[in-house]
């Protein structure tokens, strides 16, 4: 029965994997309680204070039993409303929010399970619960916990969403075959962890999430700091390095015949012919004369979103001092007597000379 609705499923919605397991006991949560401990998390306090629940998900609702989860891969993407930005953004931010459609995506499968079993419950989250979500995507066989922290699957690579549903449901009725995790095939193979600008991978599957690029350009609410920034190259939005330079992507790039490009460079500054050139000018003058409400409106239903006019602009004058934009200088010299951006703004000028 759940080998019939798994197919149908794939099918219908177009995901790459839909398991259910046992809820269980958090494989990875000693690893994950001492990245907790070292305060490896940045000003991501919730983190911390979900770590009980994510220890024990029951914790959320006792009823739990069991965990849908699925696997869906965004790049290459098949997004209609995908649009190249003219700013160096990670590719999983190409595509509209996934946190919307990728909701709507468990909630027909929510449908289609209450349809058979009406008195269970069913809990979506899509990378917005006090839950392990990787953890759960490893036990159920969808990858391995590659030396970035990223789940990789040999097929599939590491370009996919991982989104869960919790429910009181039991496996055992269903005769769910049992899975095993996929082991380790990292082997000795460092890329990732050599590549990265900013020396975020301390050590293999532990991320300093206040060096890394992606936090520093989407969750911090700060400035980042002086000693980081030219390391930050030019990443406006997020950062796909050590991702894109990882063999088990690049084997997903050659059978599909994904051609070499800036979406998967890996070089510090991206090339630029003089069009896309005057298109990024064009870009940043927008994001840093607009307000920061404006903003906000702007890049409604997209991954920009989550970072706020004030990131968003905090972002630009980073990738506009590293990449020597001097055609911006009046902009920048603007925020000059913004009370959060002066300081950054300031840099970027002197940058510009």
């Not at 259910?20 to 006991?25: D, F, K, N, S």
């Not at 913004?338 to 950054?344: A, H, M, Q």
Request: hydrophobic residues 35%.
């Amino acid at each position: 029965m759940l080998a019939e609705i798994q197919t149908e499923l794939i099918n219908q919605l177009g995901l790459d994997q839909v398991t259910l397991i046992p809820l269980g006991q958090p494989i990875s949560i000693s690893f994950y309680n001492k990245w907790l401990a070292e305060n490896y998390y940045g000003s991501m306090n919730y983190l911390k204070e979900h770590a009980q629940m994510k220890a024990d998900p029951r914790k959320i609702n006792p009823d739990f039993q069991s965990v849908i989860t699925v696997t869906q891969t965004y790049f290459p993407t098949v997004d209609p409303t995908s649009v190249k930005l003219p700013a160096r953004t990670a590719l999983y931010a190409q595509n509209s929010d996934y946190h919307f459609w990728l909701k709507e995506k468990l909630n027909q499968i929510i449908s289609q399970f209450q349809t058979k079993y009406p008195s269970e419950i069913f809990s979506p989250y899509v990378d917005s619960g006090p839950i392990l979500e990787k953890d759960i995507a490893y036990r159920a066989g969808h990858g391995w916990f590659g030396k970035n922290s990223c789940l990789i699957h040999p097929q599939k690579g590491s370009l996919f969403f991982i989104a869960e549903i919790l429910t009181s449901l039991k496996v055992e009725p269903l005769k769910a075959i049992e899975i095993n995790p996929l082991p380790d095939m990292c082997g000795t193979c460092t890329r990732c962890m050599d590549i990265c600008p900013t020396q975020a991978i301390i050590e293999p599957k532990i991320i300093k999430a206040d060096q890394c690029i992606s936090y520093l350009t989407i969750e911090s609410k700060t400035i980042p700091p002086v000693e980081l920034r030219s390391k930050m190259n030019d990443w406006f939005f997020g950062c796909d390095l050590c991702q894109t330079v990882c063999p088990w992507n690049e084997k997903v790039f050659r059978i599909q015949k994904i051609p070499a490009s800036n979406l998967t460079s890996t070089e510090p500054l991206l090339s630029q012919d003089p069009r896309e050139h005057t298109e990024m000018v064009d870009f940043f003058k927008m994001i840093l004369t607009s307000s920061n409400k404006s903003l906000q409106k702007h890049f409604t239903g997209t991954a920009l979103h989550r970072a706020g006019g004030f990131g968003l602009k905090r972002n630009a004058l980073v990738v506009i001092a590293n990449r020597k934009i001097s055609e911006l200088r009046i902009e920048v010299h603007s925020l000059l007597n913004d009370p959060k951006l002066s300081e950054l703004a300031g840099w970027t000028l002197e940058n510009l000379k």
